[in-house]
């Protein structure tokens, strides 16, 4: 159990904060993993006192009304329902691998709008400007990916046109394969978006900061603190 209460889903409506309403578009957090370095279900951790996963949900909502969470196992999705009161909760199928591609291919599954945005459960300073510049970039493309001048890639903060990665994602699967790269190289029309040009809406980056650790979750909280 948790000790701490339990936290509506936001009412916060896109009109209201400036960004567009996106109702081709389904946001869906991806709240299941293993968590193995984080010794806790990482969804509920505090960070600045709520739950990674409402801060998650807040930037969602900011995009679209049509909000969708994955968990892992049928135990978290009760979790995060009673957690998240009025939240639409998804599960993996029973007995699959516990990877993000699976996730994401549940996320696909359940999606019931033309693009889907991917978005991991531990990146509580993502920018909802740099975000809305991808899904801006969406149409005519299988994804729209951030990619580092490294060749680095963000699959879990990307656009994917939902059936087509669906199909293709489970293809993947069916070979053994359950990279995200895997199912990127299995996209057509996939457009790279360099760092470069995305730190026109997030100078430093922190979008795509993430936690892995207790350690990882003060630090960024005391740097959230400098940037406030």
Same mark, same amino acid.
Request: aromatic residues 8%; proline residues 5%; charged residues 25%.
């Given at each position: 159990? #948790?000790?701490?209460?339990?936290?509506?889903?936001?009412?916060? /409506?896109?009109?209201?904060?400036?960004?567009?309403?996106?109702?081709?578009?389904?946001?869906?957090?991806?709240?299941?993993?293993?968590?193995? !370095?984080?010794?806790?279900?990482?969804?509920?951790?505090?960070?600045?006192?709520?739950?990674?996963?409402? #801060?998650?949900?807040?930037?969602?909502?900011?995009?679209?009304?049509?909000?969708?969470?994955?968990?892992?196992?049928?135990?978290?999705?009760?979790?995060?329902?009673?957690?998240?009161?009025?939240s /639409?909760?998804?599960?993996?199928?029973?007995?699959?691998?516990?990877?993000?591609?699976?996730?994401?291919?549940?996320?696909?599954?359940?999606?019931?709008?033309?693009?889907?945005?991917?978005?991991?459960?531990?990146?509580?300073?993502?920018?909802? !400007?740099?975000?809305?510049?991808?899904?801006?970039?969406?149409?005519?493309?299988?994804?729209?990916?951030?990619?580092?001048?490294?060749?680095?890639?963000?699959?879990?903060?990307?656009v994917?046109?939902?059936?087509?990665?669906?199909?293709?994602?489970?293809?993947?699967?069916?070979?053994?394969r359950?990279?995200?790269?895997?199912?990127?190289?299995?996209?057509?029309?996939?457009?790279?978006?360099?760092?470069?040009?995305?730190?026109?809406?997030?100078?430093?980056?922190?979008?795509?900061?993430?936690?892995?650790?207790?350690?990882?979750?003060?630090?960024?909280? /005391?740097?959230?603190?400098? !940037?406030?």
């Open positions: 159990m #948790h000790s701490f209460h339990t936290y509506e889903v936001p009412t916060l /409506k896109p009109d209201e904060c400036g960004v567009m309403s996106n109702e081709d578009l389904t946001v869906a957090i991806l709240a299941g993993g293993a968590s193995k !370095r984080f010794k806790t279900d990482k969804y509920a951790a505090l960070f600045q006192d709520k739950p990674l996963l409402a #801060h998650m949900m807040e930037k969602a909502y900011q995009l679209s009304t049509n909000v969708l969470i994955v968990a892992s196992t049928e135990a978290q999705a009760k979790s995060i329902k009673e957690l998240f009161k009025n /639409k909760v998804v599960t993996d199928p029973e007995g699959s691998e516990r990877a993000a591609l699976v996730g994401a291919i549940t996320a696909f599954e359940y999606s019931e709008t033309k693009y889907t945005l991917l978005l991991p459960v531990d990146t509580p300073l993502v920018r909802v !400007r740099l975000l809305q510049t991808l899904v801006d970039l969406a149409p005519g493309h299988g994804a729209v990916v951030p990619s580092w001048p490294t060749g680095y890639i963000e699959p879990l903060h990307s994917y046109l939902t059936e087509h990665a669906y199909s293709n994602g489970l293809r993947v699967v069916e070979k053994g359950h990279r995200m790269k895997n199912l990127l190289d299995s996209l057509t029309n996939v457009m790279y978006v360099s760092t470069l040009v995305l730190q026109e809406m997030d100078p430093s980056l922190v979008s795509f900061e993430n936690i892995n650790t207790i350690g990882d979750l003060r630090r960024l909280e /005391k740097k959230s603190l400098k !940037r406030n």
